[in-house]
């Protein structure tokens, strides 16, 4: 703290003295020069005066192997994984901010120690994911020049990433649990159809009404119509939402609503247009899919949630042009799931990194990601 204290008076230039019991406080922040604290083990080798064998000493337990401890390989897969910036980037920076020499392919061996250390955290995060309702999505994806998908499963309290080669029932199958008994909201996709308690999102629905208006023809007045229906709709859940409407309310208005929907998709079927006849059939099969989040109180009417945790992978996409290997999608996959479920429980991601590869380190059990009773 420095005390800027005026001399004199600004009026009259009289000498003044004494404190300020209350001064304006003018605070500014500054970070030194980083500089890495290296330690040096130097491993002596000596001679049997007996026998004439040569013994080097060892590593002290818990000395990493390699060149960076644990902090600075969760800073440097932190910069790479969460932050999205690309491997010359991280190198740049390392030099710049850390005075660090680093080569590319050391990143990426950073970032394989990185993803063994969090196999057995997302292991279980996968299975804790299982148990509870979910939002699902999936967006493309690129590994070794090849088609993936990238999918994302999110619970209130955890976030989880995988990419795999198929965009298929079986990949969903594998992620929520062929007895999956929870609600999983998600698209129309048809990889989600073996799901028993379903939430279809209302935002796509719209664009699919949209879409017929857009078309014009005679699919365009069952557009209308059904855009005019999701319109009343959302009016009544922002105020359930907001606490100005009683779910009791609401849930008679939305009986009426699912009357008048029904009418308007099987007049749609008939309406003489194609696209809009086969959506309209469609929807009809899964009419009740429609209304879950009407009948159980912690549902969204859209996937929302799901399509924000996927952007996050898309920009990941864009910007490194997907993964060259196997390893890399398992880095990839797992450190989106750390960051963006640290973030949902209010924990520091760096340092639960850096937690990981010190219990990696020491042969400790690692921290869990799955969500605590405080939580």
């Known amino acids: 703290m420095v005390d800027c204290k005026p001399r004199s008076c600004g009026d009259c230039g009289a000498p003044l003295h004494g404190d300020d019991a209350t001064p304006v406080r003018h605070q500014v ?81 950073l970032e394989r120690r990185v993803a063994e250390a969090l196999e057995q955290p997302i292991a279980h995060l996968g299975e804790y994911v299982r148990t509870q309702p979910v939002n699902i999505d999936e967006t493309s994806w690129r590994e070794h020049k090849s088609k993936s998908w990238l999918w994302v499963v999110v619970a209130p ?21 062929e007895a999956y008994d929870q609600v999983a909201t998600s698209d129309r996709h048809g990889a989600y159809n073996w ?3 379903r939430q279809l999102c209302w ?3 719209r664009r699919d009404f949209q879409a017929m208006v857009d078309r014009g023809g005679a699919g365009q007045p069952i557009g209308e119509r059904l855009l005019s229906m999701s319109d009343a709709l959302f009016i009544w859940w922002h105020r359930v939402r907001d606490g100005d409407l009683a779910r009791s309310s609401f849930r008679t208005y939305v009986s009426i609503l699912r009357g008048e929907l029904t009418d308007a998709l099987e007049a749609g079927m008939q309406c003489g247009c194609a696209k809009t006849a086969r959506i309209c059939k469609r929807l009809l099969k899964e009419e009740a899919h429609l209304w879950t989040f009407a009948r159980l109180e912690g549902i969204e009417p ?3 949630t799901g399509e924000r945790a996927i952007n996050v992978a898309v920009r990941y996409r ?58």
């Open 29 to 109: 922040a500054e970070i030194p020069p980083i500089e890495p604290v290296v330690t040096e083990y130097r491993l002596h080798e000596c001679v049997c005066d007996r026998c004439g064998a040569r013994t080097r000493g060892g590593l002290p337990k818990g000395v990493p192997t390699g060149s960076f401890g644990p902090r600075l390989t969760a800073i440097l897969a932190l910069l790479s994984g969460g932050c999205r910036l690309g491997k010359r980037t991280v190198q740049q920076l390392a030099g710049q901010l850390f005075g660090l020499t680093i080569s590319l392919g050391m990143i990426c061996k």
């Open 157 to 177: 309290l955890a976030t989880f990433f995988h990419i795999a080669d198929r965009r298929t029932g079986q990949v969903a199958k594998s992620l929520l649990g």
């Open 195 to 197: 799901i028993k308690h």
């Open 203 to 205: 935002s796509h629905l």
């Open 302 to 304: 859209t996937n929302n």
């Open 318 to 375: 864009k910007m490194s042009g997907g993964t060259d290997s196997e390893a890399g999608s398992r880095f990839v996959e797992r450190v989106l799931s750390v960051v963006a479920t640290c973030r949902q429980q209010g924990r520091d991601v760096l340092e639960y990194l850096t937690e990981c590869l010190e219990a990696k380190l020491h042969q400790l059990e690692p921290p869990s990601l799955v969500p605590s009773r405080e939580h």
